[in-house]
């Protein structure tokens, strides 16, 4: 059975920073496809970042510069940091794994966390 829990989200000023962490059991990180999505009230889920099994990333270009997405394999746990927070960086952030076809093309995913919410004031 996987399982992705999220933490880390929180309320922060605008110009802040957040380390968001997904720790994942059933599946080996290291071994798969990961993502970090964002979903904002109206608007659509959109990929913020994805890391594959081969250490490859790839990064919405709203993010590019203050997101990063990485993994540590021996807690089985991916990270997204967030610098330079924007108001518009509010949203829910939900950790995902699947194909990285299914991530990074097609916006979907096998399994999804249940979310952690990131608030961003100015």
Known sequence: Q???????GGSVQAGGSLRLSCAASGIIISKNS???YRQAPGKQRELVAG???AGFTN???SVKG???ISRDNAKNT?????NRLKPEDTAVYYCAT????????AG???YWGQGTQVTVSS
């Open 2 to 8: 996987v399982q992705l829990v999220e933490s880390g």
């Open 34 to 36: 990961m993502g970090w």
């Open 51 to 53: 890391i594959s099994s």
């Open 59 to 61: 990064y919405a270009d």
């Open 66 to 68: 203050r997101f990063t």
């Open 78 to 82: 991916v990270h997204l940091q967030i």
């Open 98 to 105: 699947g194909s990285w076809r299914s991530l990074v093309v």
């Open 108 to 110: 979907t995913a096998d």
